[in-house]
């Protein structure tokens, strides 16, 4: 009886020890990096306002991904700011749906790539009540996104690099917990978008512009340490 009372006590006590260490841990200016796997949604192209092409991406690890670098504060009120540069590299896979070609199906190379330039907003719960003293979060982020396509080719020619800057946004949740003193752990998952991107015009295409929107869902695991 006397030694669970001792345990419960010095358990107790221990907890109140830790008690600091953990708000300093999450309170505070911190950097960051994120990584992980970066999903990218087919995409209608576009030629005058009429869509000629779908192009589509392979989804693995190694021919989606992404990283980056992240700063920003957290207080105690929960809401933490943040400024994210991102960068993702999609593979191509084939485009389909040729309007030009009979509404065929050819294989592609090449990749398209963003650099997202985010200011986010996050608001991190309550720790859940478990020893890993976990936090659910969720934001929102909004910035420019520099997005390029390298290297295109199909069996009908190389059309080049291409590249625009447009709008972008982010929306996401996920769960943070700490390590050890000061660094703090995380995984999302996050949905972003842009606006319209414009191509231009493009060797071997018919006169026109082409556009197309870009969607994604990011499966990320980040690392951050407060100071």
């Known amino acids: 009886m006397l030694s669970k009372m001792y345990f419960s006590k010095a358990y107790f006590f221990a907890t109140l020890l830790c008690l600091p260490m953990l708000a300093h841990a999450e ?58 540069i991102s960068m993702s590299t999609n593979e191509l896979d ?23 330039y985010f200011a986010n907003v996050w608001y991190d ?4 009540t478990n020893s890993y003293n976990m936090h659910p979060y969720l934001g929102v982020g909004a910035g420019l996104s520099h997005v ?6 199909t069996q009908d020619g190389n059309f080049g690099s291409l590249t625009d800057n447009v709008f972008g946004y982010q929306v996401g949740a996920g769960l943070r917990f700490p390590i050890v ?29 082409v556009t197309t929107k870009s969607s994604s869902t990011v499966f990320q695991l980040g690392l951050s340490y407060f100071f």
């Open 27 to 84: 309170t505070g200016g911190y950097i960051g990096i994120i990584g992980g796997l970066n999903h990218e949604y087919s995409q209608r192209l576009k030629q005058n306002g009429d869509a000629f092409v779908n192009m589509k991406f392979k989804n693995d690890l190694q021919d989606a991904y992404v990283y980056g670098l992240t700063a920003g504060w957290k207080d105690i009120s929960g809401f933490r700011p943040e400024l994210e």
């Open 94 to 116: 084939k485009f389909s749906d040729r309007v030009y070609d009979g509404n065929g199906t050819i294989p592609a190379k090449g990749r398209e790539k963003s650099t997202n």
């Open 125 to 128: 719960f309550p720790g859940v």
């Open 148 to 153: 390029r396509g390298e290297d295109i080719q």
């Open 181 to 209: 003193s000061n660094l703090i752990t995380s995984f999302d998952i996050r949905y972003l978008k842009t606006q319209k991107i414009d191509f231009g015009d493009i060797p071997g295409l018919p006169p026109g512009h």
